[in-house]
């Protein structure tokens, strides 16, 4: 497949740090401009019949599942009962992943919106089954990525290691958001420091450092600036 040139990955440093919110809140900001935009996820775990995270990002970009209800088949390719890694959520229920459906929907979304957003499932290094990583089809697709970090104690370990891998995969990162997934989850100086000691070994842009907020008002207004240096990053790859 060719590359298209308004495709992003949003890759976590691990499950739980906050892929969801970034990608709602990126595809929402995109609308905003005018964009016909639509997200996507690979593979979701944990569910029956319907993609949550893609629910999350709906509700983040003020739209319903109606207006994308004839998209929902590539939106999520492939949904697993599981709570696991893709790879064995996969294997109970006897289905493989193929990369060639995942393809096939990716292009389905590229050729009808603007901009087509996917979020991936847990760290770079997840396995989707046999010897195939997450990594492996980001690669082979020629996606960049937005790498999100949980913006806490043991982050620095975690995005280095991260980072680590998508390079020696030649994968272009776009940038790191750090985000803060619960009040006072961490000693402010760390905080703090996490994304500036982060930028100087790894030399890739820290986009911003996204605030923990309840209300998604808050989530929006936090997010503009992110959102524009995103968006301006993402052009110049």
Known sequence: MSPVRNLVFIAGTDTGVGKTVFTGLLACH????????????WVETGCVNFSQDIRTHLRL????IDEYA????????????????????SRLE????????????????????????????GGILVPLGGKRLLADVIRGLR???????????GAINHTLLSVEALKSRGIKIVGIIFNTTAKGNGNTL??????????????????GV????????????????????????????
Request: hydrophobic share 40%.
């Open 94 to 121: 006897k289905r493989s992943i193929r990369v060639s459906k995942i393809k096939k929907s990716l292009k389905n979304l590229s050729e009808n919106f603007d901009f087509v957003i996917v979020e991936g499932s």
């Open 190 to 207: 760390v905080l703090k420091d996490n994304p500036r000691i982060v930028k100087r070994l790894t030399r890739v842009e820290v986009l």
């Open 30 to 41: 995109l609308l905003k401009k005018g964009h016909r935009v639509v997200t996507q996820k």
């Open 61 to 64: 970009m003020r739209k319903t």
């Open 70 to 89: 004839s998209y929902l088949p590539s939106m999520t390719p492939y949904i697993f009962k599981y709570v696991s890694s893709p790879h064995l959520a």
């Open 143 to 153: 996606l960049p990525v937005v790498l999100i970090a949980e913006n806490r104690l």
């Open 210 to 237: 996204l605030p923990y907020a309840n209300a998604i008002d808050t989530l929006h207004r936090h997010f503009a600036l992110i959102g524009d240096r995103t968006i301006a990053r993402l052009w110049k790859i």
